[in-house]
């Protein structure tokens, strides 16, 4: 589970990984993916505000959601 900061010129509306709010992109997004590099989702700027140890630990247990649904 990584972070990739992308640039991002359009608004698009997204849903926060974590607290599924709805949200609008804005010039920097920031998506999780996994180790091969494809995407979860984004992150809203809300939850960005958390901190980084905030949003680490809330991912790691949407990871632990993930690895029991497989
Ligand atoms: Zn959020």
């Known amino acids: ?4 900061i992308e640039c991002n010129t359009d608004k698009i509306n997204k849903i926060c990984l974590i607290c599924q709010q709805n949200f609008q ?6 998506i999780v993916c996994n180790d091969q590099g494809e995407g979860y989702g984004d ?9 980084g140890s905030w949003v ?7 990871s632990h959601q993930l690895l029991a649904l497989k």
């Open 43 to 51: 992150i809203c700027y809300k939850c960005i505000a958390n901190g």
């Open 25 to 30: 992109t804005h010039e920097a997004r920031l």
């Open 1 to 4: 589970m990584k972070f990739q």
């Open 56 to 62: 680490q630990s809330q991912l790691q247990q949407f």
